[in-house]
């Protein structure tokens, strides 16, 4: 704590402002009166209270899921005119490649749906639709960088963290920002742990991943097989010293913080193995998640899961699909057929359940859930069946609260090739996010050698046009 | 605005005042007692014998003392301390401490970073040429020279080629695309100027990248002809013989024929890489397809003093060609009269102090920019940076004026015992005046190698390769850095990820901290240690277990309360009690603060 000892200079190392609240709703949760209200310091109202990113790893095509192109299809095979050479990653022949996937319009708003997204199809009036995103990078590393923090370098704090340092914690006894990877033992995405970094913001605003295989979080439980009541015993004869120990030092807030934060960690042994557990959840909810489908469980899993937790309270959730590795991820170079079909058949069930589960029980007008990639892919072919990276034009959608379901903004040109209309930058998809959540992105800032950094950096404008 | 900065003012050898008699130990108090005396502040009592030997132990070494040295001191403090300071100042421990610190600063790893975060298994002995330079008290223009162009300084010697590590620590992306090469290699410049900038001369130059700002004291121009001293710089795994050794380094060097080739591409192929000129371009709003003028090496105007030409730094002994930038910048940023060595000299005292006092005269170690804190003691802080000079740089008697001086050795003052302090906590709320001294959580690495040294695990083996496993029983220094792998138990507590440099490490409290200590096989193991250690010595009974326990773990002997608590907490009768309390010692707060 850097030498200081009063209460405001501990807040200060917080990181001053809303941050505080994080502090604040610890202290809370041990019985202090001062338990903020929720939202207190958000810039204006909220209508989400939490958000969950479904991050489609590798890059998926725009043209081949929700950004349909019949001038395409019908010229497969022609060479596509402007075609630029150094738009992908490899070499793209420049020859247009009709998708491979039969396109039907669903709901009331008409919305032409890709065939490899049976479950999700049932759900696009409550979808708001980015044709339009763009990164600049074409190479996954610095684009998934891009569409976590809004910067291709790595270093810079992730959106999970800004919101995890905005808003503080709902629920004093588990992180604020909680990532899921890929659950099929394909490892962590590139950049691995760096995507959901704190930056320079303090660290206890990372993400903590929960992990795929054993123990969800490190430490759960104790390695050296302690009962609770052999802890509790301990924890009592720490506290009993600790509080001698904080009398010789009367006025040192950290000290007492600390002391809180050791039995948070001992509730958190209680409350989150808790949560984590989705053995209770009844069989009509374990069938709509797809948890007895060979493919679609271990997604759907993770879907069923970040709901336990957005209800106990966690702020932002991000979940991965796909690994490391291009063929083990939505990274179609080679047969953009085969590699779709699969990664959509491990996730649509899961996550057209989240969005069923969340309405049916009235939480999707308290949530936000935003699925995209890192980036979109080519219309042009690489060899004869795949497509390589397009950083120009892909689609994102929103759902859930203050979005206006249904809604298609912003246009790629005929062969979804390259964004026509509203091109829009991750930093604009953030400042929307940090909007819907109550805050105004260019008032949430954090000083670092010397200077006030935010989310958007000098970027970022609201996109209104998907809002309800 | 920028030039009236107080950072860019001349040093001055300010006369050491005399404000108080009997409390002061040397000029550091003095300085210090001058403001509290004008605020109406007594200066503080002295720490308990110790509390102060565990403080002085871990700030110089990192590690907490043995038994034996408690008694030893604690029987006869005032005259053995001075011995004390001196012995630990040369405990090769000490080396190993303070590297922690630079490499943090440095952003070191060894591994590139980026998405295969790929190793670079040589790395490590930039991390023992830091350790070596400490430890040997390597003037501190030398060490800064050989960082920055040891290579050219001193070319047949291998350790100073070691020491550019330091330019090429940064990350760097092995996986690059055509379109992005040119970008990467700016960022790879920009990486080495920034950190140049903030760990030299707590400057933030990075920030001039894109366009000037108002309140930077250095330009846009500024930044892209400090950057072209870096032009040409690459990183390399570079092979080296001594003796009958061969040994690689990762190293910095010049690219040859001026020319920057697009690094290893493994995919898609590696066949006609294009490579682009080494000469660095002044780019508007920071974009690579903006190219305007090339340019050449110069310095800051603000930063060079007494009409010097900058020929002065670049010239070749006589009838030699105009030596290379890197060199160029290295005189310059080490030459006290004309050049930047008054700011170089300022921020390195500064460090020293903000690592001894958990807060520096300046509070942002890497910020003396306008947008920084102000230094509290501007006086005492050019009076250190002369004295730095004058040593001929060495850091060693730095760290002794400070360690020996009164101000270090004050104890905190409770306000529950001294009705005196309610008034000076109203006078100086945040203590920036130092009239106490506030207990300090130790970093990480520290608290990783007090569970070691106190269960008897620790493997003290000093430098060679590092090991990516956290059980491993050697000090936290020599645990390798791979970005995408950092150790779990140092991250939990605030290790920095090696991305920027960082010079003040957060400190954070969080209930993962909370289970580690509890759950973590790492404690696990380091507890039932320390309860064979103390089994294995004369604690047949709880009585003495108790006591030998405290010491071990805490630096002293428990009270009449603890230990009566203790007692019965061990006599509950459970098997497992003894191996229970030797936890409970590692939890307590006490554990991981010093005092």
Not at chain 1, 147 to 166: D, I
Not at chain 2, 375 to 381: D, R, S, Y
């Amino acid at each position: 704590m850097q030498g200081s000892l009063t209460r405001r200079s501990l807040l200060k190392s917080f990181g001053m402002g809303l941050g505080a609240v994080a502090l604040e709703s610890m202290l809370a949760s041990v019985g202090d009166p001062r338990n903020p209200r929720e939202s207190r310091l958000t810039h204006f109202p909220a209508k989400a209270r939490s958000v969950i990113w479904i991050v489609l790893n590798g890059g998926p095509s725009q043209v081949d899921t929700w950004d349909y192109k019949p001038e395409l299809q019908r010229r497969d095979g022609q060479m596509l005119a402007d075609a630029d050479p150094r738009t992908g990653f490899f070499e793209t022949t420049g020859r247009l490649l009709a998708s491979p996937f039969q396109f039907r319009q669903h709901g009331q708003s008409g919305t032409w749906v890709s065939e490899i997204f049976p479950y999700l199809s049932r759900h696009v009036d409550d979808m708001a639709f980015i044709h339009s995103c763009f990164t600049r990078s074409n190479n996954h590393s610095p684009a998934l960088f891009e569409m976590n923090t809004g910067l291709s370098r790595m270093g810079f704090p992730c959106v999970g963290s800004w919101m995890a340092y905005g808003l503080g914690a709902q629920n004093a006894n588990l992180p604020g920002f909680l990532v899921m990877t890929d659950a099929k033992g394909r490892g962590l995405p590139k950049n691995q742990a760096q995507n959901w970094g704190a930056g320079f913001l303090p660290g206890i605003y990372q993400g903590t991943r929960i992990q795929s295989n054993g123990s969800p979080i490190d430490n759960l439980s104790s390695s050296a097989g302690l009962t609770r009541d052999r802890q509790r015993r301990l924890l009592d004869m720490v506290n009993k010293l600790n509080g001698a120990h904080l009398e010789r030092f009367k006025g040192q807030v950290e000290l007492s913080a600390r002391i809180e934060a050791l039995e948070l960690a001992f509730r958190m042994q209680m409350e989150a193995p808790e949560v984590l557990s989705i053995d209770q959840e009844p069989p009509h909810i374990r069938t709509l998640y797809g948890l007895n489908h060979p493919v679609a469980k271990q997604f759907g899993r993770q879907c069923l899961t970040a709901r336990r937790m957005l209800e106990a309270g966690v702020r932002f959730i991000q979940i991965y699909s796909g690994g490391t590795g291009n063929a083990q991820s939505w990274d179609g170079h080679t047969d953009i057929a085969a590699n779709h079909r699969q990664f959509a058949l491990e996730t649509d069930q899961g996550i057209a359940a989240l969005l069923a589960d969340l309405k049916q029980r009235g939480l999707l007008d308290s949530t936000l859930v935003v699925c995209c990639g890192e980036f979109g892919r080519t219309s042009d072919s690489q060899g004869s069946r795949g497509r390589d990276h397009n950083p120009n034009a892909f689609t994102a959608w929103f759902a859930g609260g203050g979005v206006r379901g249904g809604v298609h903004y912003g246009k790629t040109d005929p062969f979804g090739y390259r964004t026509m209309e509203n091109p829009r930058h991750l930093h604009d998809l953030h400042a929307t996010i940090l909007h819907l959540c109550g805050i105004d992105h260019e008032r949430l800032t954090y000083r670092f050698n010397g200077r006030d950094f935010r989310l958007t950096d000098v970027h970022g404008n609201v996109v209104k046009e998907i809002l309800a | 605005m920028a030039e009236q900065l107080w950072s860019l003012q001349p040093l001055k050898r300010p006369e050491v005042p005399r404000a108080t008699d009997g409390w002061a130990l040397n000029p550091v108090d003095q300085f210090i007692a001058r403001k509290l005396v004008n605020t109406g502040i007594t200066p503080g009592k002295k720490a308990a014998p110790s509390a102060l030997l565990r403080r002085v132990s871990f700030d110089v070494t990192g590690l907490p003392p043995s038994p034996n040295d408690v008694a030893a001191f604690c029987e006869a403090e005032d005259a053995v301390y001075g011995q004390l300071v001196d012995r630990l100042l040369a405990s090769p421990h000490f080396g190993e401490r303070w590297a922690t610190h630079w490499l943090d600063i440095a952003r070191f790893a060894e591994s590139y970073g980026f998405e295969m975060d790929q190793p670079r298994p040589d790395a490590w002995r930039y991390r023992d040429f830091v350790i070596r330079a400490f430890n040997e008290d390597m003037p501190y223009d030398e060490f800064v020279r050989l960082q920055l162009a040891g290579d050219h300084l001193k070319r047949t010697n291998p350790d100073a080629w070691v020491a550019t590590g330091f330019l090429v620590a940064g990350v760097e992306n092995l996986i690059q695309t055509r379109k992005e090469f040119e970008r990467d290699r700016y960022d790879k410049v920009d990486d080495m100027v920034s950190t140049v900038g903030t760990a030299l001369l707590g400057l933030t130059i990075g920030c001039s990248r894109c366009h000037d700002h108002k309140y930077d004291p250095l330009s846009q121009r500024d930044y892209y002809h400090l950057a072209a001293a870096f032009g040409s710089t690459v990183s390399r795994v570079k092979e080296f013989e001594r003796g009958n050794t061969r040994f690689k380094s990762f190293v910095a060097t010049e690219a040859a024929d001026g020319k920057i080739p697009m690094v290893v591409v493994t995919e898609p192929s590696s066949k006609n890489l294009p490579s682009v000129p080494a000469r660095i371009h002044f780019l508007d709003r920071g974009d690579v397809k903006k190219k305007r003028e090339a340019v050449s090496v110069r310095y800051p105007n603000v930063l060079i003093r007494n009409g010097a030409k900058p020929s002065r730094w670049s010239q070749g002994s006589s009838g030699q060609p105009e030596v290379p930038g890197r060199v160029a910048l290295a005189r310059w940023i080490t030459d006290h009269q004309d050049g930047a060595g008054h700011l170089l000299a300022r921020v390195i005292v500064n460090r020293v102090w903000h690592h001894y006092f958990g807060r520096g005269i300046v509070a942002t170690p890497s910020d003396f920019g306008t947008r920084g804190d102000p230094p509290t003691h501007p006086e005492l802080l050019d009076w250190l940076a002369g004295e730095l000079i004058q040593n001929g740089w060495r850091l060693k008697p730095i760290h002794k004026l400070i360690l020996t001086s009164a101000t270090y050795r004050q104890g905190f003052q409770n306000a529950a015992t001294d009705s005196r302090v309610v008034g000076y906590e109203e006078l100086d709320p945040d203590n920036l005046l130092l009239w106490r001294r506030d207990p300090k959580r130790l970093d990480a690495s520290a608290i990783r190698d007090n569970l070691l040294a106190v269960s008897g695990w620790l493997d003290s083996t000093p430098y060679g390769p590092g090991s990516l496993d956290q059980n491993h029983p050697r000090r936290s220094v020599y645990l390798t850095v791979k970005r995408s792998r950092l150790i779990p138990f140092l991250q939990s507590f605030d290790a920095p990820n090696a991305l920027q440099g960082i010079g003040q490490r957060q400190v954070t409290i969080t209930s993962l901290q909370g289970l580690t200590m509890l759950n973590s096989p790492f404690v696990d193991r380091a507890v039932q240690r320390l309860a064979k250690r103390l089994a294995g010595l004369d604690s047949a009974g709880d009585t003495r277990y108790v006591r030998d326990g405290f010491l071990i773990a805490l630096g002293r002997l428990p009270s009449g309360v603890e230990e009566r608590a203790a007692l019965e907490f061990l006599s509950s009768g459970q098997a497992a009690a003894r191996r229970d309390f030797c936890q409970m010692l590692v939890c307590l707060n006490e554990f991981i603060h010093i005092e």
